[in-house]
């Protein structure tokens, strides 16, 4: 079946400092790769999305698929504090119907 | 700018109480999911429809758990009789789902349920 796994968290950063957090999947098919962002009391919402080898971006995150190890790793070179809140990675695999298979999430703080 | 609704907001009931909650899929999307998030379990599907059939119910406490769709604007999930160890917050979720579609979730705020 699916496997997202994502990096342990919590993370904890300064103000300006450069995030990475990661992110690779098993998957046997073609997918689609997903980073949802969840701030504190709220639903989780889309960050960004991709097919294929294609980069894209959003409110200054980054991600890249990368085919060859199965990863989908998130960047922001620069944080603020508004970007505290938990990230999950998901997978819909196109064997999998419809479902999106979420990783367990990260706990990013950033601290002034 | 669509958004999927969802009511109530919060829920305080008692051990042994019918919980309905009720979902508004963003218009168009043909799949809906609900799903319920706790600090131990974290994200966890419940079921989901396409096309308002249920296509998976596997997460789901079958024995006192239900989740309908009466029509393509509604989607409800009762517990019968609720527990302490349902409370959580319930998330409604929808996509667009077909050929060529990425299958996207947009969620709804989210229905805060707490049982005593």
């Known amino acids: 079946g699916d496997s997202v796994t994502q990096t342990e968290g919590p993370v904890t950063l300064p103000e300006r400092a450069a995030l990475t957090l990661n992110c690779t999947y098993q998957s046997s098919y073609s997918t689609f790769l997903f980073w949802y962002v969840q701030y504190l009391n709220k639903e989780p919402e889309l960050l960004l999305k991709?097919?294929?080898?294609q980069e894209t971006d959003s409110r200054g995150f980054q991600a890249s698929p990368i085919k060859s190890d199965s990863s989908f790793h998130l960047e922001k070179p620069s944080v603020q504090l508004s970007d505290s809140a938990v990230y999950y990675c998901?997978?819909?695999?196109?064997?999998?119907?419809?479902?999106?298979?979420f990783g367990a999430g990260t706990t990013v703080t950033v601290r002034a | 700018d669509a958004r999927v609704t969802q009511t109530p907001r919060h829920k305080v009931t008692e051990m042994g109480q019918e919980v309905t909650m009720r979902c508004q899929p963003i218009?168009?999307?043909?799949?809906v999911f609900w799903y319920r998030q706790t600090m131990m379990q974290g994200l966890e599907l419940l079921a989901y429809f396409r096309n308002r059939a249920p296509l998976d119910d596997s997460g789901m406490p079958k024995d006192r758990f239900s989740a309908e769709m009466p029509d393509a604007t509604l989607a409800t999930l009762k517990i019968q009789p609720s527990e302490p160890r349902d409370s959580a917050v319930y998330f409604c979720a929808s996509g667009l789902g077909g050929r060529g579609r990425s299958y996207e979730q947009y969620f709804g705020p989210g229905t805060r349920l707490t049982v005593t």
């Open positions: 218009l168009g999307h043909n799949t």
């Open positions: 991709s097919s294929e080898n």
């Open positions: 998901a997978l819909r695999d196109l064997a999998n119907d419809y479902k999106l298979s």
